[in-house]
């Protein structure tokens, strides 16, 4: 639990941008290119993406939506039966210990088409969201004990993941060809890449 709060403080915004989002960016150039194009067609190139811009790019609510469904931060949420129920038939008495598998539920091939792709597209006309309405997608939990912190957390996500997308190319180091990029997490109370993402920037905005 110390790591989850500890990543929740400080760590969880950079865990999703730089080795989920980013890395699924940089894995799926056309993804990338096309965040980059709603970027520069709303936003330009003469100015950095502001919080006010926001509620116009769908297709970065997209990206973000589909990294935290195949990268959720907290992948098993732990929680306590405050009375006997019965789900899909499993009698659970009261006080019981309940873990979820947030990840597996994202990675579920009977709730999502081709599960283990990154496919932002996905969530065109879906209204699937990431607050705890849609039991397929629950990356801040679902109910009373669900995350406090989403507007926040996701505004955050959305600003800086645009900011980087918006202001820098990205390339891989030594010629590295993005299918060659490792994704492989290291399972716990946290997610966390196996080998650390190295990312090359270059400068693309105007001023
Ligand atoms: C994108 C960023 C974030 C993600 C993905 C995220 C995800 C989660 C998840 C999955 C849970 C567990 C929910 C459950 O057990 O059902 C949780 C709980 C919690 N989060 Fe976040 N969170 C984020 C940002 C934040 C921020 C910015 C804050 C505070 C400013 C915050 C505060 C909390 C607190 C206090 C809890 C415990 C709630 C409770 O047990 O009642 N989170 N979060």
Known sequence: ????????????????????????????????????KELEDVVGLERMVEESDLEKLDYLSMVVKETLRLHPVAPLL????????????????KKSYVIINAWAIGRDPSAWTDAEEFIPERFEGSDVDVRGNHYQLISFGSGRRRCPGIQLGLTVVQ?????????????????????????????????????????????????
């Not at 110390?2 to 080795?19: E, R, T, V, W, Y």
């Not at 997308?165 to 990029?181: A, G, R, T």
Request: with cysteine.
């Open 1 to 36: 639990m110390a790591n989850f709060f500890a990543g929740h403080a400080g760590g969880l915004h950079g865990h999703i941008i730089n080795n989920g989002a980013l890395a699924e960016l940089m894995r799926h150039p056309k993804a990338m290119k096309k965040l980059q």
């Open 78 to 93: 732990a929680h306590a039966a405050t009375e006997d129920c019965t789900v899909n038939g499993y009698h659970i008495p």
């Open 159 to 207: 600003l800086m993941l645009a900011q980087l997308v918006h202001c820098f190319d990205w390339e891989l180091p030594n010629n590295m060809l993005p299918e060659e990029l490792d994704m492989s997490e290291a399972f716990g109370i946290t997610m966390a890449r196996v080998k650390r993402l190295i990312a090359i920037p270059s400068y693309r905005l105007h001023k």
